[in-house]
């Protein structure tokens, strides 16, 4: 039986229902740089855009940002968010991880704003930052 080879690549996912932002974090060093975000239109992705995006990172899984209320409950994105993974997985039958995003999207503000300034700070560099931070703390915790 052949070895599986395994890339080492990982995407991330920070989900919107506008806009998905996405990240590519590699297993060596456990770090991740935000690619930038995926039109979406209602929570549905430009597939065309994630094809190719898949197509030129081949990579071994799929990290989805998992929305939670600070007490740890379900938001109402949560459902969207199972639907937009489920899709994922039929798509490009690859492995799906969750992980919680909590604070992302002010932890990539306040990155963004340190490094730029307010004019850093649009949706789409925001979605990208989140998606970054939710792929690192995957990565730092998981492989």
Known sequence: MPEILH?????G??????HI????????????TGGGTIPANNGIPDWKKLDLIIKQWQPEALIVGWPLNMDGT????????TQFAKSLETH????IHFIDERLTTKEARERLFTTGGYKSLTPSQVNAMAAQIILENWLQTRV
Do not use: R
């Not at 932002?21 to 991740?32: L, P």
């Not at 490009?92 to 492995?95: F, R, V």
């Open 92 to 95: 490009y039958q690859l492995p």
């Open 21 to 32: 932002g996405y990240a590519v974090g590699q297993k060596a060093t456990h770090t991740a």
């Open 13 to 18: 996912f920070d989900f919107g229902m506008k």
């Open 74 to 81: 379900l938001q109402p994105l949560t459902e969207k968010v």
């Open 7 to 11: 890339s080492g690549i990982f995407l």
